[in-house]
């Protein structure tokens, strides 16, 4: 066995045997660059030069019913953080139209909560409105969505439905109680049945092992997930997770790696994180050495409830390396962003 073994494979189309994805997961570190070129070379094989772009606006924050471990919004936190209900449908456009500014093409509307009263239902389905007639593709993180909830967003200008599964089935229980994992999967599953652009990923950095991240990025394979947002633990003060380490970047750029070989048809965006692990210093946090190790988009701006990157320091990035960012998944042209090309 062999890294270019089993990038080939890859790159024609063949399943990796587990033998080969042994070999990746035991990769030790300093050959993560190389790791990283070959994952690139995927990445640009199946998206070409183009880099999808998305932000968010956290529409709905805090009073979680949900214990998720490392979450400032859950029912064990007690990290200080914004707490508001839904925000109105026009502050959630005026959220998008300054995403759309910064290069974003895809903007999520974000709330806590596992599942979504009828009032702020008809609240998402004003919102998703505005945010499509913006030229933003609009997709939503509500929690738990039923059938006749995502066609009824669909038919508002839905796109997208995102609904992580964070970690894998495995480790899950160590993260989460109050809910089971199998509902999340089902979530997913339904938005894939409604013909949505599904974007499921998860959290690394909470204590898993190797045979856990596999787990999960082979289950996001077999659900067939269009994106797969990849976020690094942030430890957060107030949070049963607060004490625990960073990523070191290495190994946050193996992980990278090691997915865009498991997930070679998935976007793999990389969202929260990124700039505690690679340093938030110089407003980079990464975006460089990340777009150059497998991934094929970036979360610009704000967090939930933490602040990101510079956006601008992004863009620059990204045409280092000789990349672009998407047009628009609405289709229209010219995206901002492309205008400064
Ligand atoms: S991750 Fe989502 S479901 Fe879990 S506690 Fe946070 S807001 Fe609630």
Not at 39 to 61: E, M
Not at 146 to 175: C, K, M, V, W
Not at 196 to 201: D, I, Q, W
Not at 203 to 214: A, K, M, N, T
Request: hydrophobic share 45%; proline share 6%.
């Amino acid at each position: 066995m062999s890294l270019n073994a089993a990038y080939r494979k890859v790159l024609d189309g063949k399943s990796l045997a587990d033998a080969d994805i042994r070999f990746l997961v035991d990769l030790p570190l300093d050959r993560v660059p190389e790791l990283a070129r070959l994952a690139h070379a995927l990445r640009l094989a199946r998206f070409g030069d183009q880099v999808g772009l998305c932000a968010i606006v956290n529409a709905k924050s805090g009073g979680c019913s949900e214990d998720c471990a490392f979450c400032a919004q859950s029912s064990r936190s007690t990290a200080d953080g914004p707490r508001h209900p839904l925000l109105p449908a026009r502050d959630i456009a005026a959220a998008g139209e300054a995403a759309r500014a910064r290069g974003a093409s895809r903007f999520g509307v974000v709330a806590s909560g596992k599942t979504v009263t009828a009032r702020d239902f008809e609240g998402f389905v004003e919102a998703v409105g505005l945010v499509a007639g913006l030229g933003l593709a609009p997709d939503l993180s509500p929690g738990i969505l039923d059938r006749a909830q995502l066609q009824a967003l669909q038919r508002a200008g839905l796109q997208g439905y995102h609904h992580n599964l964070e970690t894998s089935a495995s480790f899950f229980p160590s993260i989460c109680t109050s809910h089971a994992y199998d509902e999340d999967v089902r979530a997913v599953r339904a938005g894939i049945q409604a013909g949505l652009h599904v974007c499921s990923g998860g959290i690394f950095g909470l204590g898993e092992s190797w045979d856990d991240r596999v787990e999960l990025a082979l289950l996001l394979a077999s659900l067939g997930v269009d994106s797969v947002p990849i976020n690094f633990l942030q430890p957060i003060p107030g949070t049963p997770l607060a004490g625990r380490e960073v990523l070191a970047p290495l190994e946050a750029l193996k992980i990278v790696g090691v997915y865009r070989f498991l997930l070679p048809d998935a976007a793999i965006r990389i969202c929260g994180g990124r700039l505690p692990v690679f340093g938030a210093g110089d407003g980079a946090g990464g975006g460089r050495e990340l777009l150059a190790s497998g991934a094929s988009g970036l979360m610009i701006g704000d967090y939930l409830t933490v602040r990101g990157g510079d956006a601008d320091r992004d863009l620059a990035d990204i045409r280092a390396l000789g990349l672009r960012p998407e047009p628009c998944a609405m289709g229209h042209m010219p995206h901002p962003c492309i205008m400064d090309n």
